[in-house]
């Protein structure tokens, strides 16, 4: 079994790869072609969550650019900022989440170490 502390560290990391796959897609918005990461979250056997990243196979907007006088298809990033904020709000507050497991989980062991002191 898992403690509520070890559940919530393996939370955090879970966040934490998640804004990484955030700020990955905001930083290559504009960078042709480009695939959006996104995170999927499993249950481990042992408890707790591992998060999982993965490429979104959606293309992107194809739009003509001039390329030596020539017009070519160009497929832009298949980002979309709206998607990246709400991801990112939602890592945010997951976050959050797993700070105050940890906290509460300090409160009652300092509680208990009151009551047997």
């Known amino acids: 079994m898992i403690s509520s502390v070890q559940s919530a560290l393996s939370g955090l990391q879970a966040s934490g790869a998640r804004l990484s796959a955030v700020a990955s897609n905001v930083a290559n918005m504009n960078t042709e072609g480009?695939?959006?990461?996104?995170?999927?979250?499993?249950?481990?056997?042992?408890?707790?969550?591992?998060?999982v990243p993965e490429k979104v196979d959606i293309p992107g907007l194809s739009i003509p650019v001039e390329v030596r006088?020539?017009?070519?298809?160009?497929?832009?990033?298949?980002?979309?900022p709206a998607r990246?904020?709400?991801?990112?709000?939602?890592?945010?507050?997951?976050?959050?989440?797993?700070?105050?497991?940890?906290?509460?989980e300090k409160a009652m062991e300092d509680s208990v170490l009151d009551i047997t002191a």
């Open 34 to 51: 480009y695939r959006r990461t996104r995170v999927l979250f499993e249950e481990q056997k042992t408890g707790g969550v591992l998060a």
């Open 69 to 80: 006088s020539e017009l070519e298809m160009v497929e832009q990033s298949a980002t979309d």
């Open 84 to 104: 990246e904020l709400s991801d990112m709000r939602q890592a945010r507050i997951m976050y959050q989440a797993q700070l105050k497991t940890i906290t509460a």
